[in-house]
């Protein structure tokens, strides 16, 4: 039997895995994309996208089928995911015979298997075959109070240069990072991005909490603003707080749901000279001694940018709507 680390965020689930992503036929699929995608010009495939109780929301269709699928783009899953239902009645390639024991920041365990999730396309364009996991993901549906078939992880994103416009709700996915750089505004900022181990998730070094360093990640599966983990609060001089007095609440992810109170945050500062004051800060019970990141940024604070994501050049981009 294999494990795989299941990782619970706010409203949906994030899943690691041990072996390598895969990304099939990858120079055949970028000739076919600059011959054929529909785009704002001839560098660019524009995708509008559904935002719902603060979750970006993809059509995509797998397997040849016509079924338009509903999934969650997520720069905080490694690697994909796919619902196990789904992945049956669509006719996937389930490994039933490798059931993992699932463990992550949650208090159940959940079956999962890994899955082959083929011919993926968004639009008219044909992303080819890559590799995921499968498992039940109504937990994530309920929370959400509609259908999702999938979460669009690291092992999509992973050869990637995309926008998200928030306000116009588009994803923009450029094939160059010169074609990129020229569409991006003179005040755009620029942060380098880093990964800790397997983590494949994007962390900022650069920023800080009160004049602290903190560690997140810029999270595009998290509903929420800016959270901190309960254990790192030390860290960032923030331990003195009294968390039996704040308002509680939970996250809920398909390994179940952990608890979160909230409070005010002083001061937020980016790149040691953009301050960001006056936030709601999520503490949450989720532990990760073991890793480098904090806590994370979602998109309840992204919304208020243009975010590009530039996993060629491991870098972030903000600019302002």
Wanted: charged residues 25%; positive net charge.
């Amino acid at each position: 039997m294999s494990k795989y680390i299941v990782i619970m965020n706010q409203n949906k689930s994030q899943a690691i895995n041990r072996y390598n992503c895969k990304f099939l036929g990858i120079g055949l699929l970028f000739i076919i994309w600059a011959l054929s995608c529909k785009a704002q010009n001839n560098n660019a495939q524009l995708v509008p996208f559904k935002y719902e109780k603060n979750q970006i929301i993809v059509e995509t269709k797998l397997n040849g089928k016509d079924q338009t699928l509903y999934m969650l783009l997520d720069t905080g899953v490694d690697p994909s995911v796919i619902d196990l239902k789904t992945a049956e009645d669509i006719g996937l390639n389930i490994q039933k015979d490798d059931e993992g024991s699932a463990s992550g920041r949650g208090n159940s365990n959940a079956k999962v298997y890994p899955v082959s999730i083929n011919q993926l396309m968004i639009q008219d364009q044909n992303y080819g075959d890559i590799e995921g996991l499968t498992f039940d993901m109504s937990r994530i549906e309920k929370k959400l109070g509609r259908k999702i078939h999938g979460i669009l992880g690291y092992c999509f994103l992973k050869n990637k240069i995309f926008r998200i416009d928030y306000a116009k709700k588009t994803i923009e996915f450029f094939n160059t990072i010169d074609n990129l750089e020229n569409s991006l505004s003179d005040k755009a900022k620029k942060l380098k991005f880093i990964t800790d181990g397997e983590d494949m998730i994007p962390l900022i070094e650069d920023l800080s909490i009160n004049g602290h360093q903190f560690i997140a990640s810029f999270d595009t599966g998290s509903s929420l603003g800016v959270q901190i983990y309960e254990h790192r609060l030390a860290d960032v001089k923030l331990d003195t707080i009294n968390l039996d007095k704040l308002k509680k609440s939970q996250l809920y992810g398909a390994q179940g749901k952990k608890k979160t109170v909230i409070t005010s945050l002083n001061k937020l500062t980016l790149d040691s000279n953009i301050v960001f004051k006056n936030l709601t800060l999520t503490i949450s019970s989720i532990k990760n001694k073991e890793q480098l990141r904090m806590g994370n940024i979602g998109n309840k604070f992204l919304e208020n940018f243009r975010v590009t994501f530039d996993f060629v050049d491991r870098a972030i981009i903000l600019e302002n709507n």
